[in-house]
């Protein structure tokens, strides 16, 4: 069921005067939280090289590039089936049990887990902690994106989606400008900074409110329960997703994550490695060059990305966010297709980041964006937990296929098989293809509950959608 959507008359009222303090709060608290989140992510990517050369003796393994790649592939497929498990779980206790209290708790399990990694001994230590991690980490974007979707309830909810989408991007420059600063420090210290994010838990805590719709969703949940009037809305979770009208969705918006997904996570994950072997094979290449490298590289990606995450909202709400997504794989599809199969100069890499980095987290970012357009608040973060964590089940095996193919199939040429495994991707345009426009159109409520009968208290939770700027 859905109501108007409230608009703003165009020419009578400012931006200033449509956005309430409450939705700048929410913003910045979770544009910081999945910043951070990039930024303890992104700075395991950077070190995964100098992280398994260390470990690797310390696990009886010797230490070549097939090596490196299939035990670190196989650290960061542990955490996205971390992040898969933990967004959904996180995702189910944000729709029973409120969205920032849980959004806190995720938080604080990616920073310390994240840090903890600085002390592990062994590759298996490391991946066990990763694990961990990603339990924690799958938090943050679902239930971020569903608290902006339920308090931007105006003309700018798309746009400050896609801000806080470039959170990500903006975490993974910050550590890769970090990691330019410090990195010669070692690796054990770069993960040592991860615990950064735990600070931010306080300043949600204080200042990010709950939504009302939700806090009422909650209470007339449990009002109707104890009186005996469950509908069809108070059912679990997961099997709604699954059922009646809700399947459609939820199958599309599962095609969008998991395409964009594969192609985000074959790329982020090896690019560097890829940049680190270009590097050795120059003799005249001083010592530090290839962290150099990297740290650059990374940079200009992120930077690429910052403004795909953060314009993907803008440009949907201009042209549509079925021809946003239409955009973002294309550039996506021809940067890879450019960049890895084919040799490469260094500096031809760097003109390429750029793009890539627009193209990719772009589609992340509208998955994000259009998936609470599709889901009513009852459960939206549960759906679009699930619908990325089954993206991430899938993405996980990524890098690992990839550094196992790469010495298989490809004589140890991570490019080749970075593009294989990113071809997968292409799903997305499967999902694309049933997926509807949902620009301009009212976002979902949940169904009325019945009218109670005299003997029974009335349902505290309205079902429409009001404004709240």
Not at 94 to 114: E, M, P
Not at 395 to 413: H, K
Request: proline share 6%; charged share 10%; glycine share 12%.
């Amino acid at each position: 069921m859905t109501t108007q959507h409230h608009t703003a008359g165009s020419g009578t009222k400012h931006w200033r005067t449509e956005i309430s303090r409450m939705q700048w709060l929410v913003l910045i608290g979770t544009t910081l939280g999945w910043g951070l989140d990039g930024f303890a992510g992104s700075l395991y990517v950077l070190v995964l090289g100098p992280a398994m050369a260390d470990l690797l003796p310390h696990s009886g393994i010797t230490v070549d590039s097939p090596a490196i790649g299939f035990y670190g592939g196989l650290t960061v497929a542990l955490f996205l089936v971390g992040w898969a498990v933990g967004g959904i779980l996180f995702g189910i206790l944000a729709d029973y049990f409120g969205r920032t209290r849980v959004l806190s708790l995720g938080i604080l399990t990616y920073a310390v887990f994240t840090a903890a990694a600085a002390f592990a001994d062994t590759w298996w230590q490391l991946g066990i902690l990763r694990f961990i991690a990603g339990l924690g980490s799958g938090v943050e974007a679902p239930v971020g994106a569903a608290l902006i979707a339920e308090t931007w309830r105006n003309r700018y909810r798309a746009r400050a989606g896609g801000i806080m989408m470039s959170g990500y991007a903006a975490g993974f420059f910050v550590a890769a400008a970090t990691y330019a600063v410090l990195g010669s420090h070692g690796w054990r210290i770069m993960m040592a900074l991860a615990v950064i994010p735990a600070l931010l838990v306080w300043f949600i805590r204080r200042y990010v409110p709950e939504p009302p719709e939700i806090e009422a969703s909650i209470q007339a949940r449990k009002d109707r329960k104890e009186c005996g009037d469950a509908t069809t809305e108070d059912g679990f979770v997961l099997r709604r997703l699954f059922t009646g009208p809700m399947l459609r969705p939820t199958l599309v918006c599962t095609a969008l994550a998991t395409g964009s997904l594969i192609a985000f996570w074959s790329v982020s994950t090896w690019y560097p490695q890829i940049i680190r072997q270009m590097t050795a094979t120059d003799a005249q290449a001083p010592a530090g060059t290839a962290d150099h490298r990297v740290a650059l590289a990374s940079m200009l990606f992120n930077a690429g990305g910052i403004i795909g995450y953060a314009s993907w909202g803008f440009l949907a709400d201009a042209i549509g966010r079925r021809k946003t997504f239409a955009l973002s794989f294309v550039i996506s599809a021809a940067a890879i297709a450019y960049v890895f199969p084919f040799e490469h100069s260094y500096q031809e890499f760097l003109v390429a980041m750029p793009i890539l980095g627009f193209g990719l987290f772009g589609a992340l970012s509208g998955t994000f964006i259009y998936g609470p357009e599709v889901f009513p608040p009852s459960v939206r973060a549960t759906a679009l937990a699930l619908v990325n964590s089954v993206g991430r089940f899938v993405t996980a095996t990524g890098p690992l296929i990839a550094g196992v193919i790469a010495t298989s199939w490809f004589s140890g040429n991570l490019g080749l098989a970075t593009a294989t495994i990113a071809a997968v991707g292409l799903i997305a345009f499967a999902g694309l293809a049933f997926a509807p426009e949902t620009r301009g159109k009212p976002m979902p409520t949940d169904p009325h509950p019945p009218v109670p009968t005299p003997h029974q208290p009335i349902p505290t939770a309205s079902g429409r959608e009001e404004s709240l700027s």
